[in-house]
């Protein structure tokens, strides 16, 4: 066998176990995956995310909300503590695509966040302007996401309630595009915290010794809701 053929077998068989690595394996492991039952209700779990919910994705998707939020409770006691009572398993993923797991923490963690912040009104406000409910928040506006418009005799029920320095021009108001309202929806569907058997918790951390100079407690990003 010659130079030409050995290298041709060692790219092939190179791209073949890379294949079988990165698509067969993840495809055998979690490509077959169904609804499952929670241990306390043995409800049906997880459930498809309603129409509006969905269209909400798409809207995530496109501002790459991803690229600063993640979607994953690690097995960890800091995330525990902070991010949800459970870890998170691959079926919570069952029915979301495009997965928008993300892989940075600029922003919190998004995983629970319709259980942190149930209000559609902090949503709104805090898409529009993230420093009108949290100060020292970094995440930028997303008023384009908003309209401004003439306000008629009275405010309209649907007009953002900004006040102070965040209040638009007399006889102005902020008004919710349909694209936020649809991303709001897509927010509030997102909790994982139904009790799973595959999804056990960690057990609690061991106390430090006194000797010790590890920080105690787990560092906190004072921007997230």
């Not at 902070?82 to 979301?96: E, N, P, Q």
């Not at 649809?182 to 960690?202: R, T």
Request: glycine share 6%.
């Amino acid at each position: 066998m010659n130079r030409g053929a050995l290298l041709f077998l060692g790219v092939f068989l190179a791209l073949g176990s890379s294949w079988c690595g990165m698509v067969l394996l993840p495809q055998l492991q979690v490509g077959r995956l169904q609804q499952t039952n929670t241990v306390t209700t043995a409800e049906a779990y997880p459930t498809e995310r309603p129409g509006l919910a969905r269209q909400g994705l798409e809207v995530y998707r496109a501002n790459g909300c991803s690229y600063c939020h993640s979607q994953q409770v690690r097995p960890t006691i800091a995330d525990l503590e902070r991010w949800g009572k459970r870890r998170t398993v691959a079926t919570d993923y069952l029915f979301d695509y495009p997965l928008m797991l993300g892989s940075r923490r600029i922003g919190s963690d998004l995983t629970n966040i319709g259980v942190r912040a149930r209000s559609e009104e902090w949503h709104l406000l805090h898409l529009y302007n993230p420093r009108s409910v949290v100060p020292d928040s970094t995440m930028p506006p997303y008023r384009y996401l908003f309209s401004k418009r003439k306000m008629r005799v009275a405010t309209s029920p649907e007009a953002l309630k900004l006040t102070g320095a965040f209040a638009p021009e007399p006889g102005s108001e902020i008004v919710p595009k349909s694209e936020v309202q649809a991303l709001i929806a897509y927010l509030l569907s997102l909790h994982s915290e139904a009790a799973l058997f595959e999804a056990a918790g960690l057990p609690p951390p061991s106390p430090l010794p006194e000797s010790s100079n590890v920080r105690k407690n787990p560092p906190t990003n004072r921007s997230a809701p």
